[in-house]
C-alpha cells in the first residue's frame, strides 16, 4: 500500500516468517528520496525491491520497540546502509537489545529526513519504553495500538497504565 500526504510518501510492507505476520513502514521525502524504515522485521528482498524503485536512501531506522519482530532486519539496515537505528533511552536501558550502530532518543525529539522530521512520543505500556513516532499527521505506534485495541502489556516491562 502506498500513501501520500504532502511530499511525504508511506509504503506499507506486510512480512511474514512462519506464522508471524508484522508491518514495517518505508516514509520518504518525495523530493529528496531520504527516508526513514520503521520496524524492519522480514522479507529483505522485498523490502529492497521497493527501495529500489523508488530509489530511496535510507537515512535512519525507528524502531518502535525491542521484541525481534521489529527489529531482525535492524543490524542488516544499519549495516548496508550505515543508517543508525533509533530507539528509546529507556526501551534500550531496560531490555539492552543487541542492536550495532544505535542511537537513542527521548520523548518529544525530532529526527529529520529531506525536508521533513519526525517526532518521538515514548508510548509505554507494550513494553517499558515502546515508542511512536509522530510524521505530519501520522502516528507509527509499532504494538501499542491496534485496531480493535492495544497490544498486549503482559510481558516484562509492559504494563497497561
Known amino acids: 500500500m502506498i500513501y501520500q500526504d504532502e511530499n511525504i ?7 511474514t516468517n512462519g506464522s508471524f505476520i508484522n508491518f514495517c513502514y518505508i516514509i520518504y521525502d518525495k523530493y529528496s528520496k531520504e527516508e526513514i524504515l520503521v520496524d524492519p522485521s522480514w522479507e529483505p528482498d522485498k523490502i529492497n525491491q521497493l527501495l529500489y524503485e523508488h530509489e530511496i536512501i535510507i537515512k535512519h531506522i525507528l524502531l518502535t520497540h525491542h521484541h525481534f519482530d521489529h527489529i531482525n532486519l535492524s543490524d542488516y ?4 546502509t550505515s543508517a543508525p537505528a533509533w530507539i528509546s533511552l529507556k526501551e534500550y536501558e531496560y531490555y539492552k537489545p543487541q542492536l550495532n550502530n544505535v ?3 527521548k520523548n518529544n525529539e525530532e529526527i529529520h529526513f529531506g525536508n521533513y522530521s519526525c517526532v518521538t512520543i515514548v508510548t509505554p505500556g507494550h513494553t517499558a519504553g515502546s ?3 509522530k510524521i ?23 504494563k497497561p497504565t
Open 131 to 133: 515508542s511512536s513516532f
Open 9 to 15: 510518501i508511506t509504503l506499507v510492507i506486510r512480512t
Open 136 to 158: 505530519n499527521n501520522h502516528l507509527f505506534c509499532g504494538d501499542t495500538l491496534f485496531p480493535e485495541g492495544c497490544g498486549i502489556c503482559t510481558s516484562l516491562g509492559g
Open 77 to 80: 539496515y544499519s549495516y548496508t
Open 103 to 105: 542511537e537513542l532518543f
